[in-house]
């Protein structure tokens, strides 16, 4: 299906592992996001890649490292997780083009005790 | 103070009721507004996009700027069940481009339309 996919949908760990947060979409957008979305937060910007090999900080990257060796994914790893890292993640796309829209995966719901 | 301020609500109207959302912002570079639908447990959707001050008008969905007063709002006529969701305001500076399109959003209003 076309469209933007996250796995896993959800996921539970423990404090101080390593987990990875996948994203792949099917448009070949150029840009590509990941947010984090918590109660009182709104949706926060932790990192953006603007091409394969291309990534850069967001509002809150610490605990976060990103890759992006190919355009259609774009992965998201907690080195060592914590319980602050609770939270609903969010990976989006766009075209470099006239607009700023963005388009939203479904959201990788991620607990970590 | 945030950059983008929204009444994260909760909202609750009857069927049939127009519905009314807002966002007061404090940058006044923004100049492309959008308005984003979240249903539970769902990622947020694109609903309305719209550029400098003015009205935009799709279906039952109203989306209106007043760039002098850093104000954007979002109508829904003839509200549904089906419109139960968190509304989510967005705005950015630039129209894409080689910028990577920085994204400032509101908290999300949760609007919930009862029978």
């Known amino acids: 299906d076309a469209g933007i996919t996250q796995s896993p949908r959800y996921k539970i760990t423990e404090t101080g592992r390593q987990v990875t947060l996948m994203c792949h979409q099917t448009?070949?957008?150029?840009?590509m996001f990941w947010y984090r979305q918590d109660l009182g937060h709104g949706l926060r910007l932790i990192y953006y890649?603007?091409?394969?090999?291309?990534?850069d900080k967001g509002e809150v990257p610490d605990g976060y490292v990103v890759s992006r060796s190919k355009t259609e994914n774009f992965p998201l790893t907690l080195e060592s997780a914590t319980r602050s890292q609770t939270s609903v993640y969010f990976c989006?796309?766009?075209?470099?083009?006239?607009?700023?829209?963005?388009?939203f995966g479904p959201g990788t719901r991620l607990t970590v005790l | 103070q945030k950059e983008v301020e929204q009444d994260p609500g909760p909202l609750s109207v009857p069927e049939g009721a127009i519905v009314s959302l807002n966002c007061t912002y404090s940058?006044?570079?923004?100049?492309?507004f959008m308005w984003y639908r979240q249903y539970s447990r769902k990622g947020p959707e694109l609903l309305m996009y719209?550029?400098?001050?003015g009205n935009k008008e799709d279906g039952r969905f109203t989306a209106q700027v007043d760039k002098s007063s850093k104000y954007i709002s979002l109508f829904i006529r003839d509200s549904q069940p089906s419109d139960s969701a968190t509304y989510l305001c967005?705005?950015?500076?630039?129209?894409?481009?080689?910028?990577?399109?920085?994204?400032?959003f509101g908290q999300g209003t949760i609007l919930t339309v009862h029978p």
């Open positions: 989006a796309s766009r075209v470099a083009g006239l607009t700023d829209t963005q388009y």
């Open positions: 448009w070949s957008h150029s840009y």
């Open positions: 890649s603007a091409a394969a090999d291309i990534t």
């Open positions: 940058n006044s570079a923004f100049q492309y």
């Open positions: 719209t550029y400098s001050s």
């Open positions: 967005a705005m950015s500076v630039n129209a894409g481009g080689t910028s990577y399109g920085k994204l400032t």
